[in-house]
């Protein structure tokens, strides 16, 4: 309300207007995208970006809750709206009309594009230069009547003291804003008038004429539709709520129940209004359904989208972008430099171009696309090989040694997991529902799939081996302690083991009052503990009196009994040693084992990625939370006094983290002079433990306005009032470190801020300013996923079987190790099963993905590779949806490129080796060891002639020339006639 903003005129008239049906005006759109600051790129993911191509145009429009598609006709008309995933980019629901807004506040003229106005600077000074007037929210909203929230007042005189002292800090700094910054803000006095015309009001949500409804926030079911149909008997108007594919099921769903018409609504009024007895459907999100007896309204929440099924999708092999380090599995470690369009015999195909050392270049032919994969490095930190020597094969030939005897470690792991056994544990339903109904939220959708596998797991009769991958904040402790709960009430006992004595303190008081009231004894081993009450704890484990125990290594303890262990929850597990694990797994036999991790370790990614461990994502941010705006800076005065007064003006609390115990001094020394108003509390591990404890604990409880520590803070210490965090010289920490550092602040639902400093005399190494510019991007809720994959990229996913993290990878990169070791894993699982070769196509049809249809190189490239790995026909139907969704109806080119394809795979599980056309005949290379079945399909073919293991036919039998379309004849034949049968006999 205190801020000024851009003239409504100049909104109003940012504004661009889609409907499906209507004409679509290319020029007008490229000016808008222009003037309301949208930026090209080749993917949209982000709010704010546009990708246009011919036929289909993807953008992400700012304050959407995701991106969405214009499909165009042929006439340059709006064929389709859609919303789409950003992460899978494939869609989730149509749209009939999209008004599409700016994505900043420097809205341009067509002056400004052309450069008239400079867009440089602070968004402050930006818009001074851009708008002579900019008025208030108030005259903005014209006669709307404003209600102000109790205790309106008291911010708004907080906000005014952060806006003065910021413009005293910037003076006293020598920085002057041109009066820009006092413009953007209204005066004292300009807000006391607009302030007579409020009223204080409190809002009153929760009406007594509308209640819960039971049963409707799921969703689904039979039992949602009889009850629909019930509630249209009645006259009831039944609103659907909900975004994405779920709530378009949903929708199908009880349109087909009630034989009604779905209609759509954009509000709440528009739904009372409606006819008695409708069906409607409202776009937004609640947590469940409700019924609204006053007017007559059921409103039913469709489940929020779920994305912990598609783990996989998290940890697949990225996308190549231009300028990647890539390996190629036969010529090795090279560099994409660009994907060119070459013409052979008058055709246009694609060809990846890769640098090698020595200005070594080779062209990479897009059926060989499937060849590379990602490095999972930057070019200046790698060593490429060679072309056309042989150290390439011969490390490649001492890797696959290596990667046959960790597959054969993995099998051994793999075949003990399924052959063990383990305590099934299914808690008393009564007591385990009393203990969940104490959790204050609403589960995320995430979470509750992920309590789900958990107590499937520990049901099943097998150990349990589970990985809770979930960012800072997103509901990882209530996972473990639903597992907790499932285990000690139903008589097992439970290890929690976390790094550090603070994070043991804060979970054990944590269980400790969950479990209050339930008969669940609570304990805590830790070097805080006393002696004798560590000795009472080990003798109440060791006879079985005390079901869940709280600590840290010291549990390790050759001293420590259990009576009945059966679960051991790891938090934090990317902060112990392979030593330790293994110490943990000895604690007892058939142990069940919960791992959590915001940003797991690269071993840990792996062993998910090859299927060893379980995983459960947790992406989905609670409400409310919001992200912790991340920015790099240079050691400043003026911001760090700006940012800490304005947290402490507002009633929080402030972190300064440094990466030595040495640097607090100094640290301390300059932050009383730049904020001597400020309660400085230090925390470091040379602290007494108990002095240590009680620093952290004393500021958790409110005490002090900031905590100057290292980053002995940075696991699950939880500081509700704490929403601003400084770390000095960010470049000596780690991607890991500064992520759970981040995680520390904005945990209430206020905005948090992180800001990494570094020394303005210290030039940052590259290496370092990738790692910070990692933290700076992936500022989204739920990013720490994205860290740990770029920390695969940066650091190496190691051996599985040793301690090293770098490994192999370090040698031929994460995509083509994870390939080469999943072959190896099922050759000795099922080591008669051949690997299936490609079968090689020489005829004169090809196909592509033109560059009209697909802009982005390095997305045809990725297009490309996902076509040639595409291992069954389900996989490569959804691939031709994907390419339809995304860029819209496939030209001819890709049509061929499928159809070739399609028979490559067909033919290869028929084992044919090749298809070859000439002029003058057609040829079919069949392999040894097919089957008889397929000999026989071949050879009975009219006029095929057999030349050992090739069959020949006339060129004539090709129709129009067309040898693919013979072939794929001959191969459906096959099919038909085929079935897996014996093995063709070997000839003497």
Same mark, same amino acid.
């Given at each position: 309300m205190l801020q000024r903003v851009p003239p409504a005129a100049v909104i109003e008239g940012s504004k661009f207007d889609l409907v499906a049906g209507q004409r679509f005006d290319r020029a007008s759109f490229s000016q808008f995208v222009r003037r309301a600051g949208y930026v090209e790129e080749g993917v949209a993911d982000?709010?704010?970006?546009?990708? !246009?191509?011919?036929?289909?145009?993807?953008?992400?429009?700012?304050?959407?809750?995701?991106?969405?598609?214009?499909?165009?006709?042929?006439?340059?008309?709006?064929?389709?709206? $859609?919303? *789409?995933?950003?992460?899978?980019?494939?869609?989730?629901?149509?749209?009939?009309?999209?008004?599409?807004?700016?994505?900043?506040?420097?809205?341009?003229?067509?002056?400004?594009?052309?450069?008239?106005?400079?867009?440089?600077?602070?968004?402050?000074? !930006?818009?001074?230069?851009?708008?002579?007037?900019?008025?208030?929210?108030?005259?903005?909203?014209?006669?709307?009547?404003?209600?102000?929230?109790?205790?309106?007042?008291?911010?708004?005189?907080?906000? *005014?003291?952060i806006i003065e002292d910021a413009r005293q800090a910037r003076g006293h700094s020598g920085k002057t804003d041109n009066g820009s910054a006092r413009s953007l803000y209204l005066s004292r006095a300009e807000w006391d008038r607009y302030a007579q015309g409020m009223a204080v009001h409190s809002l009153n949500l929760e009406p007594e004429d509308s209640q819960p409804a039971e049963g409707f926030a799921s969703g689904a079911g039979k039992s949602v539709g009889r009850l629909v149909q019930e509630c249209a008997k009645q006259g009831q108007t039944?609103?659907?709520?909900?975004?994405?594919?779920?709530?378009?099921?949903?929708?199908?769903?009880?349109?087909?129940?009630?034989?009604?018409?779905?209609?759509?609504?954009?509000?709440?009024?528009?739904?009372?209004?409606?006819?008695?007895?409708?069906?409607?459907?409202?776009?937004?999100?609640?947590?469940?359904?409700?019924?609204?007896?006053?007017?007559?309204?059921?409103?039913?929440?469709?489940?929020?989208?779920?994305?912990?099924?598609n783990a996989r999708l998290f940890l697949a092999e990225p996308e190549l972008q231009i300028g990647d380090v890539v390996v190629h599995e036969e010529h090795g470690v090279g560099v994409l430099k660009d994907v060119q369009s070459l013409y052979i015999n008058g055709v246009a195909r694609d060809a990846a171009r890769l640098d090698y050392r020595d200005?070594?270049?080779?062209?990479?032919?897009?059926?060989?696309?499937?060849?590379?994969?990602?490095?999972?490095?930057?070019?200046?930190? !790698?060593?490429?090989?060679?072309?056309?020597?042989?150290?390439?094969?011969?490390?490649?030939?001492?890797?696959?040694?290596?990667?046959?005897?960790?597959? $054969?470690?993995?099998?051994?792991?793999?075949?003990?997991?399924?052959?063990?056994?383990?305590?099934?544990?299914?808690?008393?339903?009564?007591?385990?529902?009393?203990?969940?109904?104490?959790?204050?939220?609403?589960?995320?959708s995430d979470q509750s799939e992920a309590i789900n596998s958990v107590l499937s797991d520990l049901s099943s009769g097998r150990p349990m081996n589970r990985l809770i991958c979930g960012d800072v904040g997103f509901g990882k402790t209530e996972v473990a302690l639903r597992a907790a709960a499932a285990v000690a009430l139903a008589g097992g006992q439970v290890v929690v083991i976390a790094p550090t004595t603070v994070l043991a303190r804060q979970h054990f008081a944590t269980f400790e009052q969950r479990f209050a009231g339930s008969g669940i004894s609570v304990g805590m081993l830790s070097?805080?503990?006393?002696?004798?009450?560590?000795?009472?704890?080990?003798?109440?484990?060791?006879?079985?009196?005390?079901?869940?125990?709280?600590?840290?290594?010291?549990?390790?303890?050759?001293?420590?009994?259990?009576?009945?262990?059966?679960?051991l929850i790891v938090d934090e597990e990317h902060r112990f040693g392979l030593r330790q694990k293994r110490a943990m797994a000895a604690l007892a036999p058939s142990l069940h084992v919960l791992a959590m991790s915001a940003t797991p370790i690269p071993r840990t990614l792996q062993s998910a990625m090859v299927g060893i461990q379980e995983v459960s994502l947790l992406m989905t941010p609670p409400r409310r939370r919001m992200p912790?705006?991340?920015?790099?800076?240079?050691?400043?005065?003026?911001?760090?006094?700006?940012?800490?007064?304005?947290?402490?003006?507002r009633g929080g609390q402030s972190f300064v983290v440094v990466p030595r115990i040495e640097d607090i001094t100094a640290v301390e020394a300059r932050l009383r002079q730049i904020v001597p108003e400020l309660a400085i509390r230090v925390a470091h591990g040379k602290m007494p433990v108990a002095a240590l404890d009680e620093a952290v604990v004393s500021f958790a409880a409110g005490e002090g306005d900031i905590l100057l520590a290292t980053n002995i803070i940075e696991n699950g210490l939880d500081v509700p009032r704490a929403n601003t965090m400084f770390v000095w010289r960010a470049d000596l920490f780690g991607l890991a470190q500064l992520h759970q550092l981040r995680?520390?602040?904005?945990?209430?639902?206020?905005?948090?801020?992180?800001?990494?400093?570094?020394?303005?005399?210290?030039?940052?190494?590259?290496?370092?300013?990738?790692?910070?510019?990692?933290?700076?991007?992936?500022?989204?809720?739920?990013?720490?996923?994205?860290?740990?994959?770029?920390?695969?990229?940066?650091?190496?996913?190691?051996?599985?079987?040793?301690?090293?993290?770098?490994?192999?990878?370090?040698?031929?990169?994460?995509?083509?190790?994870?390939?080469?070791?999943?072959?190896?894993? !099922?050759?000795?699982?099922?080591?008669?099963?051949?690997?299936?070769?490609?079968?090689?196509?020489n005829f004169g049809v090809s196909g592509g993905i033109p560059a009209n249809y697909v802009s982005d190189p390095a997305v045809r490239l990725h297009l490309y590779a996902k076509l040639s790995r595409a291992s069954s026909p389900k996989a490569l139907a959804d691939l031709e949806e994907e390419f339809e969704d995304r860029f819209g109806e496939p030209p001819q080119e890709v049509k061929l490129l499928f159809r070739r394809t399609r028979l490559k795979l067909a033919a290869s599980r028929l084992g044919i080796a090749k298809f070859e056309a000439g002029p003058k005949a057609l040829a079919i290379t069949i392999k040894e060891k097919a089957s008889l079945r397929v000999w026989a399909s071949f050879a009975k073919a009219e006029n095929a002639i057999l030349e050992k293991n090739r069959l020949l036919f006339e060129a004539s039998r090709a129709a129009d020339n067309e040898p693919l379309y013979f072939f794929e004849t001959m191969v459906a034949s096959a099919q038909k006639r085929c079935k897996p049968g014996i093995r063709k006999r070997t000839r003497n």
């Open positions: 982000d709010p704010g970006e546009v990708v !246009v191509r011919d036929g289909v145009i993807d953008i992400y429009p700012a304050g959407a809750p995701g991106p969405m598609r214009i499909v165009l006709s042929d006439k340059d008309e709006v064929e389709e709206l $859609r919303g *789409f995933d950003r992460i899978s980019q494939l869609t989730e629901s149509s749209l009939d009309r999209v008004i599409l807004g700016p994505a900043t506040e420097a809205i341009l003229t067509n002056a400004d594009i052309n450069g008239a106005v400079p867009t440089s600077g602070t968004m402050e000074h !930006v818009l001074g230069r851009l708008y002579e007037k900019m008025p208030s929210v108030v005259e903005v909203l014209g006669d709307a009547i404003i209600h102000l929230a109790p205790g309106a007042e008291t911010r708004v005189e907080r906000y *005014f003291s039944i609103v659907l709520t909900g975004t994405g594919k779920s709530v378009e099921a949903l929708s199908r769903r009880l349109a087909k129940a009630t034989c009604a018409t779905l209609q759509h609504v954009d509000t709440w009024q528009a739904a009372i209004s409606a006819e008695p007895g409708s069906l409607l459907k409202l776009p937004c999100t609640l947590e469940q359904g409700f019924v609204d007896r006053r007017n007559n309204i059921v409103v039913i929440a469709a489940p929020q989208n779920s994305v912990t099924n200005s070594g270049s080779l062209l990479v032919p897009m059926e060989d696309f499937g060849k590379l994969w990602r490095y999972g490095s930057e070019a200046q930190t !790698v060593t490429l090989d060679r072309l056309h020597t042989q150290a390439w094969g011969k490390k490649r030939e001492k890797i696959a040694q290596d990667i046959a005897s960790t597959a $054969r470690h993995l099998s051994k792991i793999a075949k003990e997991r399924e052959a063990s056994r383990s305590e099934t544990f299914s808690p008393p339903r009564t007591s385990y529902t009393a203990f969940t109904r104490r959790f204050p939220y609403a589960e995320t070097r805080l503990v006393k002696a004798g009450e560590a000795k009472q704890v080990k003798a109440e484990l060791a006879e079985g009196s005390l079901r869940i125990v709280v600590a840290t290594q010291a549990v390790l303890a050759k001293d420590v009994r259990f009576a009945r262990l059966a679960l912790v705006r991340t920015t790099l800076l240079a050691f400043d005065s003026a911001s760090v006094r700006i940012a800490l007064m304005r947290e402490f003006r995680g520390r602040v904005g945990r209430s639902g206020t905005q948090g801020a992180a800001i990494f400093l570094t020394d303005e005399n210290t030039k940052l190494s590259e290496e370092a300013r990738l790692r910070l510019s990692t933290l700076v991007e992936n500022d989204r809720l739920g990013s720490g996923l994205s860290i740990s994959m770029r920390d695969f990229d940066l650091r190496g996913g190691g051996d599985l079987a040793g301690e090293d993290q770098a490994g192999h990878i370090k040698a031929i990169g994460i995509g083509l190790y994870q390939k080469l070791l999943a072959d190896a894993v !099922v050759k000795h699982r099922t080591p008669m099963k051949d690997a299936e070769e490609q079968t090689f196509l």
